[in-house]
């Protein structure tokens, strides 16, 4: 993969985008569906039909060169950092690990989030992720070694949180996925106008080490260059009842990732009906 111009990779994921939405008629229709539910909420720019496809198809071309970009990280040098990356609000990031209690990241699947975490462990941080099963079972091992190659600390959500704690006393940054499926704990919290159920492990996360929360995300701009952005910081309020914050950290996270989600909903690669079937058209 590294030795493929980028050009060809770009072709190459357009036609597998394609393909797949052609023939994938599970995962067209969980997009579908996600979608027409974001529209019935205002999202401006799914209100017709032909939007709600044109969107869709950007869904799984994303997702495709999201594809080729991981598979080809080790081209990834010092040089292809500058080039290739920028960062915004890194000041929310030193000042949460300026504390001394690590950080806890929150951000939804958009953009190339794996190349996120990536750059952030080739700039020097201590990053640990928590994964399930990542492109299927057949690459599953093989991308837990490329992270682990990266000393990118992986965990699953059965080894529970002793192995994030540690990270976090060490100075280090947990990166959890909170639109996504792998979550023993859930909460429920207003997401596009519907209750859903939100991973409730960054807040019980947050709450229990008493790290700073920091919500981010992955983007690419319009130039191809992937864009790590840190939106915005919360912590946990030890005034409140557990339940009580645990909620409100819970509804702070799925208010910030409709904002991001809502802005590049074009990068947002998620192929599950995240919404209630009945609500969906």
């Known amino acids: 993969m590294p030795a493929i111009p980028e050009s060809t990779r770009d072709i190459l994921a357009r ?13 067209r229709g969980a997009v579908m569906s996600n979608l027409v539910c974001m529209a019935e909420a ?12 044109g969107i869709a198809r950007s869904i799984f071309e994303s997702y495709h060169r999201f594809l080729m970009e991981y598979f080809a990280q080790k081209t990834l040098d010092a040089r292809a950092l500058d080039e290739r990356f920028r960062f915004r609000g890194m000041e929310l990031l030193y000042r949460a690990l300026g504390e001394g209690r690590g950080a ?74 909170t639109d ?31 790290a700073p929360l920091l919500h981010a ?24 009842r557990l339940d009580a914050d645990l909620r409100r950290i819970t509804r702070r996270i799925a208010e910030a990732q409709e904002r991001v989600i809502a802005t590049h909903v074009g990068q947002w690669c998620i192929f599950r009906r995240v919404f209630d079937e009945g609500h969906a058209a």
């Open 42 to 53: 205002g999202h401006p720019a799914l209100l017709g039909p032909r939007e709600r496809e």
């Open 217 to 240: 995300h992955a983007e690419r701009d319009r130039s191809g260059r992937h864009v790590i952005s840190f939106d915005g910081a919360d912590r946990s309020d030890p005034s409140l």
């Open 15 to 27: 036609t597998a985008a394609r393909l797949e939405y052609g023939f994938s008629r599970t995962r």
């Open 180 to 210: 996504g499926d792998v979550f023993g704990r859930s909460l429920t919290a207003d997401f596009f106008g519907r209750p859903i159920p939100i991973p409730a492990g960054p807040a019980l996360l947050t709450r229990r080490a008493r």
């Open 104 to 177: 806890v990241i929150s951000a939804p699947h958009l953009g190339n989030w794996e190349l996120a975490g990536l750059a952030l462990a080739r700039l020097g941080f201590l990053v640990h992720v928590v994964t399930g099963i990542q492109f299927g079972d057949r690459l599953t091992r093989t991308v837990r070694a490329i992270k682990e190659r990266q000393r990118i600390l992986v965990s699953t959500p059965r080894d529970g949180f002793t192995p994030l704690l540690r990270t976090l006393r060490h100075g280090g940054v947990v990166v959890l996925l």
